[in-house]
């Protein structure tokens, strides 16, 4: 879930057009950013649990997943396109249906996921040093320690990463191709004959349930979004960047997990805590555990960084527009941090840790992809709205086959939810840990919009809003 931070931090949060902008990013630049979402430890985990329980059936709720995750890409561009000055869901959104599904998106899509997701990817750096390293450091020294060396950084606007990131995202994809191609060619292979679909039906309820699991590998291609402006061709290349990156990265997992299932039992995938610790070494040995601990720091540092910079940014936007606390406005007067949104952010990526420990990262990993899910789906419901609304507006991409992609998205995507627990016993931790954190921000949102805003929960605003900031 890494992207090039760099340019988008302003135009995330739906801020004014930047000034002196330069169409300097073309579509390798893009591409870089849509796939850097593999940059992600919790990716590497969960697609290996998957292909341990259904072994090469995986490849079906894969394939479900890339197909919902082109329907995103689809609504995504052309509301991005349609709206160039506005780079968030949250302004897509509060033209379409109005302000409460606005702040909701939002805080489902983002700042919910990093609630969840962040603190997962913390946790997995922990658990994988301690088991290369073991008794080096005290148990959660180094998710604490690298949570609060990224918050100082962000705090005194120290971006280390920001111009690393397409590479970064460029080697771990090469890392999780080289580990997927050694194992197919490693002498110790199992042979491909040798798997089965046995005990799994690939066409029953369990596809949904991993697809809700597949997905995950997914979510993320939209920050090429807010790059419009700063984009050559943008009609051409927001479109072909989320739908070339989200091809590679579906033919790179499929890769990855197709190599584990030859070198590593099923079971061992589907049960163990660290499936990749699993892969890295059966394919490389003792070199696979020090490429492994590289590729999770860096992973996870360059994710937390990425979060840490632009979420806040997130916030601060959408307290200019007075869809948040106005203490989110603060920002330094020595570096120019949104130092409040960056300690908010820091301290709910944090929590999860203090309270719910190693055992819960499937939970968190699968509650931060219902929360994305929420907000996808309400993409699809903007787009359908905004073609009803204003059918005269320019698109200068508009999705195929429309409504279809859309209508596949919102029934995918709510059946995926429904199914998103991958064992009885999780199913009541992971919707009561999803729905009382998107209840709690449902009920300040409501009271927001009502007591402070003064406006309707559901009332559209006018889309010159968004469109011309400056005179609406």
């Known amino acids: 879930m890494t992207q090039d931070i760099s340019v988008p931090l302003q135009g995330a949060a739906a801020a004014p057009r930047l000034k002196g902008a330069r169409k300097a990013l073309g579509l390798g630049s893009l591409l870089a950013v849509a796939i850097g979402l593999v940059v992600s430890q ?32 689809f609504s995504f561009s ?85 111009r690393l990131q397409s590479v970064l995202a460029l080697v771990m994809v090469v890392v999780l191709l080289l580990l997927g191609f050694s194992a197919v060619a490693h002498e110790n292979a199992a042979p491909i004959a040798s798997l089965s679909l046995e005990g799994w039906n690939p066409m029953g309820l369990g596809v949904m349930t991993l697809t809700a ?28 960047s989320m739908i070339i990156g989200l091809s590679v990265i579906f033919v790179t997992i499929s890769l990855y997990c197709l190599g584990a299932l030859l070198m590593v039992p099923q079971a061992e995938l589907a049960s163990n805590g660290l499936p990749h610790y699993l892969f890295a070494t059966a394919v490389f040995g003792e070199t696979g555990q020090l490429l492994l601990v590289t590729a999770a720091i860096t992973a996870t540092c360059s994710t937390l960084n990425t979060s840490l910079a632009a979420i806040p940014r ?42 719910m420990g190693v055992d819960s990262i499937n939970l968190l990993l699968i509650a931060a992809a219902l929360a994305w899910l929420l907000a996808y789906i309400i993409v699809h419901v903007d787009v359908i709205v905004l073609r009803m609304r204003y059918p005269q507006l320019a698109r200068p991409f508009r999705t195929p086959f429309y409504p279809l992609p859309q209508v596949f998205g919102i029934a995918g995507m ?27 921000v449902s009920l300040i949102a409501v009271l927001w919009i009502k007591c402070v805003m003064r406006k309707p929960l559901f009332s559209p605003e006018p889309i010159d809003k968004v469109l011309n900031p400056n005179q609406a």
Not at 213 to 226: M, Q, T
């Open 414 to 440: 709510l059946y995926a939810c429904w199914y998103a627990s991958p064992s009885p016993e999780l199913t009541t931790q992971i919707f009561t840990s999803a729905g009382v954190v998107l209840g709690i």
């Open 314 to 355: 997130m916030l601060s936007g959408m307290a200019e527009n007075g869809q948040a606390f106005p203490c989110f406005k603060r920002l330094s007067a020595r570096t120019g941090a949104p130092w409040v949104a960056v300690l908010f952010v820091a301290a709910i990526t944090g929590l999860p840790i203090l309270l």
């Open 78 to 162: 052309e509301l991005a396109l349609m709206i160039p000055r506005a780079g968030s869901l949250s302004s897509y959104t509060e033209v379409a249906i109005g302000q409460f599904p606005a702040i909701l998106a939002t805080f489902s899509g983002y700042i919910v996921v990093a609630m969840f997701a962040l603190s997962a990817e913390l946790l997995l750096l922990d658990l994988i040093i301690e088991k290369v390293y073991p008794g080096a450091l005290p148990s959660m020294t180094v998710a604490y320690g690298v949570l609060g060396l990224f918050t100082v950084l962000n705090l005194l606007n120290i971006d280390i990463f920001a």
């Open 42 to 73: 919790g990716v590497m985990v969960i697609m290996l649990q998957g292909a341990g329980i259904a072994g090469l059936g995986f490849i079906v709720p894969l394939g479900l997943a890339y197909l919902l995750a082109l329907s995103y890409a």
């Open 213 to 240: 699991l597949a997905i995950w590998g997914f979510v993320g291609a939209e920050f090429v979004c807010p790059l419009v402006e700063e984009s050559r061709r943008p009609e051409r290349n927001i479109p072909r």
